[in-house]
Structure formats: C-alpha cells, structure tokens
C-alpha cells in the first residue's frame, strides 16, 4: 500500500445504512499513532453491531446485493441527470460513475446558504458546494442527492431546482 493513502470503508451504503460500521486501513508508519488516537476517542467499538455485520455476512449473497443497490442508484442518478437536462439546462455536470449524488455548477456568484434557503421553500434540498470544495470558488455549486429518492420523484425536483435558480437570479 502507498505510504501516504489512508483507506476509510464502510457498509453503511451496501449492507445496512442504519449499521455504522466501517474501518480504517492507515499506512504502516502512521498505525500506531492512528490506533492511539481511536483508543482515546472512544473506550469500546460497537461490538453487538459488528456481531450483527458478522452474522449477515454469513448469511446474504453480497454480490448479488451489491448488483441489485448498484442498478438501483443507477436508475435514480439516470432519472436525475435526464431530469436536470431538461428543467434545468443552465447546470453543468458530469454524470457520476458511482456514488449517490450529482455535483451540480453553475455560472452564478452569489450565497449558497441564501440559495439553500429559496430551495427550501421550494419544497427542496441540496447540500451547499462549498463544504464539498477543496478551494473555494464564486461560483455557485451544489450537491444533489439522489440515493433516497424514488426515480418517479427526481422529475419534480429537478424542476424544483429549476426554479430557486430562477427565483435567485
């Protein structure tokens, strides 16, 4: 492993949201000190929900339960970006390769909290690009999760979204 990459994992998106369990993989120089500082944050781990993650390991086809969340993030983040094609050309995106969200910019400038607060009352919520950013930027950007969300309903909100850029503007 590359002395520099720290591996963070977790079946909160595959196996149980609700679960939180997950690991971390430290490069070998940084382990020790990445061990003492879990040992200070907490004085156990969650033993009984590891217990359970043990048991459904055992007992479920992962691969196929992997294929089945796979495809079904898929049909929600294809039910968005066709969405947001229509409703709201003015967005500019990259169709994500996995994950559940969409990386949504545009070209205005201006507060993305002021911007959250009209899609709020717009009946819609996004996560505000800014604590997404490595550095920052005026332009406007936002997160739009799709993850949790029937595909039937991704039409009303891309038109949602449509419509606080409108308002904002």
Known sequence: MHQRVWHVGTVSKTIAPGLRVGWLIAPEAEHEAALAAKQAADLQTATVSQAVLAHAVEHIDF????????????????????????????????????????????????????????????????????????????????????????????DEAARRVARTLARAR
């Open 63 to 154: 691969e196929t339960l992997l294929a089945r969340a796979r495809a079904g993030y898929r049909e929600r983040a294809e039910a968005l970006a066709d969405a947001l094609r229509r409703h709201a050309p003015q967005i500019s995106f990259v169709f994500p390769e996995g994950g559940f969200s969409i990386w949504a910019q545009t070209e205005h400038t201006g507060d993305e909290l002021a911007l959250l607060e009209t899609a709020l009352a717009e009946g819609v919520m996004f996560d505000p690009g800014g604590a997404f950013r490595a550095e920052p930027s005026p332009h406007i950007a936002f997160r739009l999760s799709y993850s949790h969300v029937a595909p039937e309903r991704l």
